[in-house]
């Protein structure tokens, strides 16, 4: 019998991201961004069989509600939170070849701060802005969840705001300190993200925590709450800054675009597009690519040179700026990560040298 709970477990104690259950392999557990079966977790041998399909639905039918099963019957996808005893998980539903799939993300319940996954000052500063939109970007995977809870916790711990967080699902628990927070689940909490914020104004809030900016109307909605004086932080699945500006501009319809360069070039307050890279030694650290908005930045943005911005970025260190090449030359530099890895991230692998 497939014992998930057993495995959820031992994907928390080993430490692992995420734990991967597919019809026809065995459990398989994520860490430090590799792959391992559990027999190689546990050091044994035919531990961990092969996964059947009756087993894993009977698996996953014991972690779901009556509406969950329902949900995720007619949906096919299915997104929860899942808590087991102290431990927190978000898992992920899907059919594959008409199979059941489940993949879980292991939450740690120590709350990250900015100083543990290395945040550079000039971050702080954005968060301490009263209005503006904060962007972080990335792969899936590159720890987007923790920086924008070690965020959330920074406002928390130091200033005293109403912080309204949209979430699928809830992953960190926040708990109110000199802030307020009230955290919304998508499907439980609101009907979607655009709902949701279309009337979160009429809540009094100062800090808005968007989970994921999936669409236009989730998109306009939090440009316009950034512009009505409010500090917006959300998350996209972009690799740098320019490509996250244009993204975002190019969702508008053509008639719209001119309209939202001029939005975003007085609201844009800075990108942080982070991955993770194998450390030395052993676990994860990031490297990222910073843009704050300064006059340079706004007016590229507004005469639609983003093709530029990434010469602003590598002019511009005095202002906190910084390129991906940049950051991972200096992780390199510093002993942090191998030539191999550094190598590998850079778009230009020359700059190494």
Same mark, same amino acid.
């Given at each position: ?5 057993? &495995? ?83 898992? !992920? ?16 319940? *120590? ?46 711990? !130091? ?7 949209? /979430? ?71 690799? $740098? ?34 991955? &993770? ?11 990222? *690519? ?13 005469? !639609? ?41 850079? /778009? $230009?692998? !020359?700059?190494? *040298?």
């Amino acid at each position: 019998m497939l014992d998930i709970k057993k &495995l959820l477990q031992i994907a928390a104690t080993k430490s692992a991201s995420d734990l991967h259950l597919v019809v026809s392999l065995p459990p398989i557990f994520r860490i430090d961004g590799e792959l391992f079966s559990l027999d190689e977790i546990l050091k044994k041998k035919d531990f961990g069989d092969v996964i059947t399909e009756k087993e894993l639905q009977e698996a996953i039918s014991l972690i779901l509600t009556p509406e969950q099963k329902t949900k995720f019957f007619v949906d096919r996808d299915l997104d929860i939170g899942y808590a087991l005893n102290d431990l927190r998980f978000r898992i !992920n539903l899907s059919y594959e070849k008409d199979n059941m799939k489940l993949v879980a993300r292991v939450i740690t319940e *120590e709350q990250p701060t900015l100083e543990q996954i290395g945040m550079p000052k000039i971050v702080y500063e954005l968060l301490n802005q009263p209005q503006g939109l904060v962007l972080l970007t990335g792969p899936t995977g590159c720890g987007k969840s923790t920086t924008l809870a070690a965020m959330i916790n920074y406002i928390n711990n !130091n200033r005293s705001c109403n912080i309204v967080t949209f /979430e699928d699902p809830i992953e960190f628990l926040f708990k109110s300190n000199k802030s307020v927070i009230t955290q919304r689940q998508l499907g439980s909490d609101m009907i979607s993200f655009a709902k949701g914020l279309k009337y979160v104004l009429r809540q009094d809030p100062n800090v808005i925590m968007v989970g994921e900016m999936r669409d236009l109307e989730t998109i306009a909605a939090a440009i316009t709450i950034a512009e009505t004086g409010h500090l917006v932080l959300a998350t996209l699945h972009t690799y $740098n800054a320019a490509q996250t500006v244009d993204r975002i501009i190019d969702i508008f319809p053509p008639h719209q675009q001119n309209q939202v360069r001029a939005q975003l070039s007085m609201i844009l307050s800075g990108v942080i597009s982070q991955r &993770l890279l194998p450390k030395v030694g052993g676990g994860r650290i990031a490297a990222r *690519e910073i843009m704050i908005r300064n006059s340079a930045v706004s007016n590229l943005i507004r005469e !639609n040179k983003i093709a530029q911005l990434k010469s602003v970025l590598q002019t511009s260190g005095a202002d906190g700026m910084v390129t991906l090449d940049k950051h991972i030359k200096e992780l390199y530099n510093k002993g942090l990560i191998t030539q191999e890895v550094a190598l590998g991230q850079m /778009e $230009n692998p !020359n700059e190494l *040298e």
